[in-house]
């Protein structure tokens, strides 16, 4: 089974900046999208941003502007640039890959403080 593995997150102040990527730990086919998605305690998880195969995006309005989707399609990675971080930006980052069903990471935390 191939894991989808997260990296980058850590505590970051209010106006920095922090990269996440999201690596699988094999081979991926039939991509059609990858993205991520956050969640804080007792709520939901909600998308962040994701990329298609074609390579349209979509952001969630708290982050367009501030953040960045890539993917690599070649090696099926994707990249969240997140800028200008605010506190409401703290939560645990999970990227995703649709292959036909859905394969999670297993999130990656992010903390926006000072």
């Known amino acids: 089974q191939v894991q989808l593995v997260e990296s980058g997150g850590g505590l970051v102040q209010p106006g920095g900046s922090l990269t996440l990527s999201c690596t699988p730990s094999g081979t991926l086919y039939n991509v059609y999208a990858m993205g991520w998605y956050r969640q804080t305690l007792g709520n939901q998880r909600n998308l962040v941003a994701f990329?298609?195969?074609?390579?349209?995006?979509k952001y969630a309005d708290s982050v367009k502007g501030r953040f960045t989707i890539s993917r690599d399609k070649i090696k099926n990675t994707v990249q969240l640039q997140m800028n200008n971080l605010k506190p409401e930006d703290t939560a645990v980052y999970y990227c995703?890959?649709?292959?036909?069903?859905?394969?999670w990471g297993q999130g990656t935390q992010v903390t926006v403080s000072s």
């Open positions: 990329i298609r195969s074609n390579g349209t995006t």
């Open positions: 995703y890959a649709d292959t036909g069903g859905r394969r």
